[in-house]
């Protein structure tokens, strides 16, 4: 059962992360100039955000890939669970 719950919320956070996929993108920072300063990017979003590092185009596929991806897998485990299919590395 935990694997349902599992898939479950693998396909709705897929469905969170596509429909609001703008407000994760903004969220994604690019370390500032690759010394891993958090902080510095945090305060500086607008120069150092995935869209800008990326290109808005490529930003917006990569984080829509990522949900159908986690839509996909949450989708394979309900499955496999309707099937028989026992997944036990998803317990909790």
Do not use: C, D, P
Not at 14 to 28: A, D, H, T
Not at 50 to 59: I, P, R, S, V, Y
Not at 68 to 73: A, D, E, G, V, Y
């Amino acid at each position: 059962m935990n694997q349902v719950i599992i898939g479950l919320l693998n396909v709705i956070l897929g469905v969170v992360l596509i429909v609001f996929r703008n407000f994760f993108i903004n969220l994604f920072m690019v370390t500032a100039g690759g010394k891993g300063n958090y902080v510095y990017a945090l305060f500086h979003r607008e120069k150092y955000s995935a869209k800008n590092f990326l290109g808005e185009k490529w930003a917006i596929r990569i984080v829509t890939l990522l949900g159908i991806l986690m839509i996909i897998i949450g989708a394979i485990l309900i499955l496999l669970f309707y099937l028989g299919i026992n997944v036990k590395s998803t317990s909790l």
